[in-house]
Antibody, heavy 122, light 108 residues
Framework: EVQLVESGGDLVQPGGSLRLSCTAS????????MHWVRQAPGKGLEWVSG????????AYADSVKGRFSISRDNDKKSLYLQMNSLRPEDTALYYC???????????????WGQGTLVTVSS | SYVLTQPPSVSVALGETATITCGGN??????VHWYQQKPGQAPVVVIY???DRPSGIPERISGSSSGDTATLTISGVEAGDEADYYC???????????FGGGTKLTVL
């Protein structure tokens, strides 16, 4: 059974930093690209960042470029999101998401974790 | 950047057919994926690559794409279909994932 468990969400002041983690199980983690997708309260889905299976290519939404950094450790079956210079508009539930096909790139997001809540407020 | 446009809401009577559209420039040249999100739950993919259904998704849920519009069709709508639906594509020019704004399906 595929499982994605996010952690690291918290209340942080504007300008602060947080590191989100996602631990995967139930599939061959190092075959699949992974993503972070967020959802502000009462709003729609917003893709944040993606990283290929081999960490050779990453991409970021314009809204977070230069402030967030995605990484992974295939030995630990874990995905990370380092978030710096946080803003109130970054407040959202952050989902860790797996791609459907091995070695695919920004295609079908077939399994989502339950999310970790980040609140940016003074 | 590539933009996907969805109607904010669609209402349909129980047992009827719901049609949810997703507009984008030449969207038919892209692969479109659809997600269902019920309140308090994570999204679930219901259609991928325009018209394929994951295992466990009923045949009454289908997808199509032509020109500038992709369509998610739900036949014989049930109360349990009430949810938010999002379309998604890959923006190859920017190597981004793009979501539509979402459509809230209300079953009357």
């Amino acid at each position: 059974e595929v499982q994605l468990v996010e952690s690291g969400g918290d209340l942080v002041q504007p300008g602060g930093s947080l590191r989100l983690s996602c631990t995967a199980s139930g599939f061959t983690f190092d075959y699949h690209s992974m993503h972070w997708v967020r959802q502000a309260p009462g709003k729609g889905l917003e893709w944040v960042s993606g990283l290929t299976w081999d960490s050779r290519s990453s991409a970021y939404a314009d809204s977070v470029k230069g402030r967030f950094s995605i990484s992974r450790d295939n030995d630990k079956k874990s995905l990370y999101l380092q978030m710096n210079s946080l803003r109130p508009e970054d407040t959202a539930l952050y989902y860790c998401v797996k791609e459907l096909d091995p070695y695919s790139y920004y295609a079908v997001l077939d399994f989502w974790g339950q999310g970790t809540l980040v609140t940016v407020s003074s | 950047s590539y933009v996907l446009t969805q109607p904010p809401s669609v209402s349909v009577a129980l047992g009827e057919t719901a049609t949810i559209t997703c507009g984008g420039n030449r969207i038919a040249t892209k692969s479109v994926h659809w997600y269902q999100q019920k309140p308090g739950q994570a999204p679930v993919v219901v259609i991928y690559y325009d018209r394929d259904r994951p295992s466990g998704i009923p045949e009454r849920i289908s997808g199509s794409s032509s020109g500038d519009t992709a369509t998610l069709t739900i036949s014989g709508v049930e109360a349990g279909d009430e949810a938010d639906y999002y379309c998604q594509v890959r923006d190859t020019s920017a190597e981004h994932v793009v979501f539509g704004g979402g459509t809230k399906l209300t079953v009357l």
